[in-house]
């Protein structure tokens, strides 16, 4: 299956800072990356698709231009938080789907905001 | 748009003893997926159901998808503590993208 790289697995930050997070694939071509978010003891829910060479697609409610993502290659895509506050805490997770439909997911980045 | 509700939210079960979770969509699914993220990691792919009313096994776990492709159940056979993590299922969207649903958080006690 894929192997999907993520960097980094933790940040703290100071509030009104902004953090990169890195999402890369590292034996498989991805057109295609998505990127989620989890609350403690929550599900997974969708923030954007990331689509290599073209815009990100947001899901409703998720603010582009506080979540960048950029996808400039078939390997690496990155979700950038924009002046960051601690209600953004959260665990980020990227992920890719292999040739037959299944996700693999990055080891997440868990976002502490001071 | 499209829902997908998991029951119970938690489940604790003595080590040995049976476990189910539930899975429910409010539309049909071409296909559902499950999976599994242990305290402090990622989800993990377990498997992927096609076919209306198919069963799969794996071990000790059995995968089933509803006649009517909406709904989805899996159930673990003599739980070991190393099967403690949140069992997840998901389904796909319009655009390729997965709903996961609400998850199951399992604790097996020693």
């Known amino acids: 299956g894929a192997v999907v790289s993520q960097h980094p697995s933790w940040v703290i930050c100071k509030s009104g800072t902004s953090v990169k997070i890195e999402c890369r694939s590292l034996?498989?071509?991805?057109?295609?990356m998505f990127w989620y978010r989890q609350f403690p003891k929550q599900s997974l829910m969708l923030m954007a698709t990331s689509n290599e060479g073209s815009k990100a697609t947001y899901e409703q409610g998720v603010e582009k231009d506080k979540f960048l993502i950029n996808h400039a290659s078939l390997t690496l895509s990155t979700l950038t938080v924009t002046s960051a506050h601690p209600e953004d805490s959260s665990f980020y997770i990227c992920?890719?789907?292999?040739?037959?439909?299944?996700?693999?997911f990055g080891s997440g980045t868990q976002l502490s905001v001071l | 748009g499209q829902q997908v509700m998991q029951i119970p939210q938690y489940q604790h079960v003595q080590e040995g003893e049976d476990f189910t979770t539930y899975c429910n969509s409010s539309?049909?699914?071409?296909?559902i997926q499950w999976y599994k993220q242990r305290p402090g990691g990622h989800p993990v792919f377990l498997i992927q159901l096609v076919k209306s009313g198919e069963v799969k096994k794996q071990k000790r776990l059995t995968f089933q998808f509803g006649e009517a492709k909406k709904n989805s159940s899996l159930h673990i056979t003599a739980t070991q503590t190393t099967d403690v993590g949140t069992y997840f299922c998901a389904g796909p969207g319009a655009a390729r993208q997965l709903t996961f649903g609400s998850g199951t958080q399992l604790t097996v006690l020693p």
């Open positions: 992920s890719v789907f292999s040739g037959k439909e299944k996700l693999f």
């Open positions: 539309t049909t699914l071409s296909n």
């Open positions: 034996d498989f071509q991805a057109t295609t």
